[in-house]
C-alpha cells in the first residue's frame, strides 16, 4: 500500500506565476489536509477536504489560494501570484476516516519563489 | 499564545542518554499526536494517543489528559535519533494544532 504521495516534491516558480501542488491520499483514505511549514516556523493547518468537498478552509489565505478534491484524481492545492513570502513546505496529508483517525502525511513540496 | 507548548525548543544529548520532550496543550483533544521530521524531510507520525502510554521499540508516548500534558521519552538515545519532534493537537475535524518542535541532537 503506498504511502500519501505528493509532487512535485521540489517547485521553482517566479513572482507572479501559478504554482499548483499536488497530494495522492493512502489508497482508501478520504480526507485530505493541507500543512504549509514556513521557514523557521512551526506546521500551519491550511485546509481539509473530503471527496469534491471543502470542510474547513480556516487556515487558509484570504486570496491567491485554493484547494480542490475531486472525485478523480489527486487534491490540487492551487497558489496565484506567487510572492516570495509563499516560500515554504507544504505537506498533505490523509486519514481514512472514523474511527481510524491516524494521519499519515506525504513528503512534502517545497516551494522556491524566485 | 500557541495552542500546543514544547520544551525544550533545543536538546543535545550523548549517546545512550535518557530523552524526554514535554508537550503541554490548552485546547480539548481527541487525540496527541508525536511526529518526527529530519531536517530537510518529511514527517513521520510516530505515536496517536489519547490516554496512558504506549511504546515502539526504544520510543515511549505518554499523555496525561487531566493535566494536558504530554512526554516522548527515547530511551538509550543514538545519533539516528537526532531529528525534530513534535506534539500535534487533534482539534475539531481532526485538524492539527502544531507546537514548534524540539531540535535534538545525539552525539556520538
Known amino acids: 500500500n503506498a504511502g500519501v504521495m505528493q509532487n512535485p516534491r521540489h517547485l521553482v516558480r517566479r513572482r507572479g506565476q501559478e504554482a499548483r501542488l499536488r497530494c495522492s491520499p493512502m489508497?482508501?483514505?478520504?480526507?485530505v489536509y493541507w500543512y504549509r511549514q514556513l521557514p523557521e516556523e512551526g506546521l500551519k493547518f491550511m485546509v481539509y477536504l473530503q471527496k469534491e468537498n471543502i470542510i474547513d478552509e480556516s487556515g487558509m489565505p484570504k486570496e491567491r489560494f485554493s484547494a480542490e478534491f475531486p472525485k478523480e484524481g489527486p487534491s490540487i492545492l492551487r497558489i496565484q501570484q506567487v510572492v516570495r513570502g509563499d516560500s515554504a513546505a507544504y505537506f498533505c496529508?490523509?486519514?481514512?476516516?472514523?474511527?481510524?483517525?491516524?494521519?499519515?502525511f506525504g513528503p512534502g513540496t517545497r516551494l522556491t519563489v524566485l | 499564545k500557541n495552542e500546543v507548548e514544547q520544551s525544550p525548543q533545543n536538546l543535545t544529548a550523548q549517546e545512550g542518554e535518557f530523552i524526554t520532550i514535554n508537550c503541554s496543550y490548552s485546547?480539548?483533544?481527541?487525540?496527541l499526536h508525536w511526529l518526527q521530521q529530519h531536517p530537510g524531510g518529511g514527517i513521520v507520525s510516530l505515536f496517536m494517543l489519547s490516554s496512558g502510554k504506549k511504546k515502539h521499540g526504544r520510543l515511549i508516548a505518554t499523555i496525561n489528559i487531566q493535566e494536558k500534558h504530554s512526554s516522548l521519552h527515547i530511551t538509550a538515545s543514538h545519533p539516528r535519533d537526532s531529528a525534530v519532534y513534535i506534539c500535534?493537537?487533534?482539534?475539531?475535524?481532526?485538524?492539527?494544532?502544531f507546537g514548534k518542535g524540539t531540535l535534538l541532537t545525539v552525539n556520538p
Open positions: 496529508a490523509s486519514r481514512r476516516g472514523t474511527p481510524y483517525n491516524e494521519q499519515f
Open positions: 485546547v480539548g483533544i481527541s487525540a
Open positions: 500535534a493537537a487533534d482539534g475539531s475535524n481532526y485538524k492539527l494544532t
Open positions: 489508497k482508501g483514505h478520504s480526507h
